[in-house]
């Protein structure tokens, strides 16, 4: 009996003071500019960050905490507030990231990237190129090789670019056409809610590339698509996480994706460049990779 004691105790202390718990990572949209040898960060919305919980990288390297500071305010740093961080390195500013020093892994909360044109000691208000906030993009380059739904073919509905999933369940997010692939379609799922839409105005035609990029911006709760680097479609979706990944992603082809138990979803057709990004890309970012090309 005693011993029965002693093993329910250790696997109650296992229980209670061993397993870690799941860290909420904090949201944060900022805008990021810079001038000369000097990076500002402005706290537009999301969750305040304590002293010591997160640095700045510049290049790939981290800004000492010496040289970040405060501007008219004091932590922990909040929307609406503005942090300066001083950069020593001698080469020019092109990469600039906010870490969030999680437990156990560093999060990057927001980026920014920069033209080469002016150096540091070049003091001109150089607004960045892009910035990005929390949330998700999906873009791919697809071209149809035939009308994209011929004869009004039942079995090619929803013709698939990429999901992640393998059944209305558990997909986390689908970039396809819709189900008369008559415009392109970007679809996500929360944590409580599913089916929640863009779509484009733009209907494919065949032979023709086209740049398609989805957006689930997080900090005002938008799901957007865009065709050729032009937003087309949004809806307001809420500030909810998207649904954990399945860890099954399928591309699309001829042949049809497996999805809910069946071979369908056909995409008769060239898919290019296809990347994801647990960031939303600001609509200039997807309108420099539009105007680079088809990869």
């Known amino acids: ?3 029965l004691v002693l093993i329910a105790a250790v696997i109650a202390y296992v229980f209670v003071f061993q397993i870690p ?4 990572i904090p949201m944060v949209a900022a805008d990021i500019t810079k001038n000369g040898s000097q990076v500002s960060l402005f706290f537009k919305n999301g969750d305040p960050l304590e002293q010591g919980r997160f640095y700045v990288t510049v290049n790939g390297d981290r800004v000492s905490d010496g040289n970040i500071s405060l501007v008219g305010c004091s932590y922990p740093w909040s ?13 020019a500013i092109t990469d600039v990231k906010l870490v969030y020093m999680g437990k ?12 080469t044109h002016s150096g540091n000691t070049t003091h001109v208000n150089n607004t960045s190129l892009y910035s990005r906030y929390p949330g998700l993009t999906v873009e791919a380059w697809v071209k149809w090789n035939v009308p994209s739904n011929p004869g009004n073919d039942t079995t090619s509905k929803w013709a698939t670019i990429v999901v992640d999933g393998t059944t209305d369940s558990n997909r986390r997010y689908h970039l396809e056409h819709d189900q008369y692939n008559t415009v392109f379609e970007f679809t996500i799922s929360t944590v409580t809610k599913n089916y929640l839409y863009a779509y484009s105005t733009t209907k494919p035609v065949n032979g023709t590339w086209y740049y398609i990029t989805g957006v689930y911006n997080k900090t005002p709760g938008i799901l957007a698509i865009s065709v050729n680097g032009i937003g087309q479609g ?17 591309i699309g082809g001829t042949t049809g994706i497996t999805f809910n138990g069946g071979n369908q979803r056909k995409f008769n ?21 539009y105007t680079a090309g088809v990869p």
């Open 104 to 115: 156990p892994t560093s999060v990057v909360l927001a980026s920014a990237y920069f033209s």
């Open 269 to 289: 057709g060239e898919i290019r460049g296809l990347k994801t990004y647990e960031e939303a890309l600001s609509q200039p970012e997807i309108l420099a990779h």
């Open 21 to 24: 718990t799941i860290e909420k």
């Open 79 to 91: 929307p609406g507030e503005q942090l300066v961080a001083n950069y020593s390195g001698t080469s």
């Open 1 to 3: 009996m005693v011993a």
């Open 234 to 250: 949004r809806n307001t979706v809420g500030t909810e996480e998207l649904r954990a990944s399945p860890g099954k992603y399928q």
